[in-house]
């Protein structure tokens, strides 16, 4: 039987993070993906922050920098923020992906392709021993000292590890256009319940003359390909053309929510198979990386000492909660606010929001990493806001000041 130190499933980017930093210092290292090709398919819209080109050491996928946003409510009263410097990118997410895949297999990993995790055949001799199942359909048995799961939503390493509880999965859909009308350098969200209910629908240029359209949605019975065309149907007529036919499409889910432990004897779950996804934009790039860092670091230690049970392990979910935990528990309590809002307060946020002090605050603080900064201080500095969410006030104003992770963090308030 096949052994390695660690077996990675899935190479996105949280996987591939993990594996670089772990083959780096030294480990065996095995990625499996289930895919044909590493990138494909595109499971995300592609807009991130100055953060994840920080940690991929590489702006090679840069399609386009974003500095500016329009938010739309139901009624399609809008509100437009632009900055002087760019605020995110549109990425080549693909081509992150396999920036990041080729970064761990130069530090050493090996990468497999078109191979399945299909669970575990049990213990044995102190490894956990993983059932993969290869192109030719072959099943062989690989035993690791660690696992890490970076398998996405429906992670079949959680299942085998009995780490998964259910979380809320939102429907996604998207569709990528080769071109169409719009400014280049302003991403567009679409709220309400025509477009997007309980999340957003978006419009986001790709640097080359085209953009990527799409929503997430709640699962309301109401698929989210059904949204997407009324978000199509209602560009065409505000461009007063029809769109070209798509380059491609993407249906995902996106796990909004708490998976109550993200580690056990042996393994360690990173990324979507850990619900690191920022709760206001269903964003988990930068989360996922950030996470599996922080998971490298542990497990490097835990392989060093061979202990690897779930109280050593124990350490990595101490560690990345501490960075991020207290964020993704305010986004997801602003969240919950939101998603009760009718569409008239919709309207209303979007009217009161629209005042230039607000708007230049948006701008100051603004975050796609960590929202719930530019939350806090539009909170503190309209009182019409308060009276529109009274049930935000509770969350903002009380315990301790928000403590921003030491990863670049926002702007703070003087």
């Not at 359209?213 to 199509?232: C, F, M, S």
Request: with cysteine.
């Amino acid at each position: 039987m096949e052994t390695t130190d660690v077996l990675v499933v899935g190479a996105g980017p949280a996987g591939s993070t993990a594996a670089a930093r772990l083959a780096a210092r030294g480990h065996r290292v095995l990625v499996v993906e289930e895919h044909g090709r590493v990138g494909q398919p595109v499971q995300c819209a592609g807009l991130v922050s100055q953060r994840v080109l920080d940690l991929a050491g590489s702006t090679a996928m840069v399609r386009a920098p974003v500095r500016g946003a329009t938010v739309f409510g139901p009624s399609l009263r809008s509100i437009g923020f632009r900055a002087d410097a760019p605020r995110a990118f549109a990425i080549d997410r693909a081509a992150l992906d396999v920036h990041l895949a080729d970064r761990a297999a130069h530090a050493g990993a090996e990468l497999r392709t078109a191979t399945r995790f299909d669970g575990l055949t049990g213990p044995a001799n102190g490894l956990a021993i993983a059932r993969l199942t290869g192109p030719d359909d072959r099943t062989t048995e690989v035993g690791a000292r660690l696992v890490v799961g970076a398998d996405g939503v429906g992670s079949a390493v959680a299942r085998a590890f009995r780490l998964r509880r259910p979380v809320e999965i939102l429907p996604a859909f998207e569709a990528e256009f080769a071109a169409t009308p719009g400014d280049p350098a302003d991403v567009e969200v679409y709220l309400g319940r025509q477009f997007a209910p309980g999340l957003f629908g978006w419009w986001i240029p790709d640097g080359f003359g085209g953009a990527r359209i799409g929503v997430a949605a709640d699962a309301d019975g109401t698929p989210a390909r059904e949204y997407y065309r009324r978000l199509v149907g209602h560009l065409e007529r505000r461009f007063g053309r029809p769109l070209p036919r798509p380059t491609s499409y993407v249906a995902s889910g996106i796990p909004i929510g708490n998976v109550p432990r993200t580690h056990g004897p042996r393994v360690l779950l990173v990324g979507d198979a850990a619900a690191q996804v920022k709760p206001l934009s269903g964003g988990g790039i930068f989360t996922g990386m950030r996470c599996a860092e922080i998971a490298a670091g542990v497990a490097d230690a835990a392989l060093r000492a061979d202990t690897l049970g779930a109280d050593a392990l124990a350490a990595y979910e101490r560690a990345w909660r501490a960075e991020l935990g207290e964020e993704f528990r305010r986004a997801q309590y602003l969240r919950r606010v939101f998603a009760r809002l009718s569409d008239a307060e919709l309207d209303a946020v979007i009217d009161a929001l629209r005042g230039g002090k607000l708007a230049a605050t948006i701008v100051a603080f603004g975050d796609i990493d960590f929202p719930s900064h530019v939350a806090r201080e539009l909170l503190r500095e309209s009182p019409s806001l308060l009276r529109l969410l009274p049930k935000a006030l509770g969350a903002w104003w009380g315990g301790d000041a928000y403590r921003a992770p030491d990863v670049a963090p926002g702007p703070r308030r003087k």
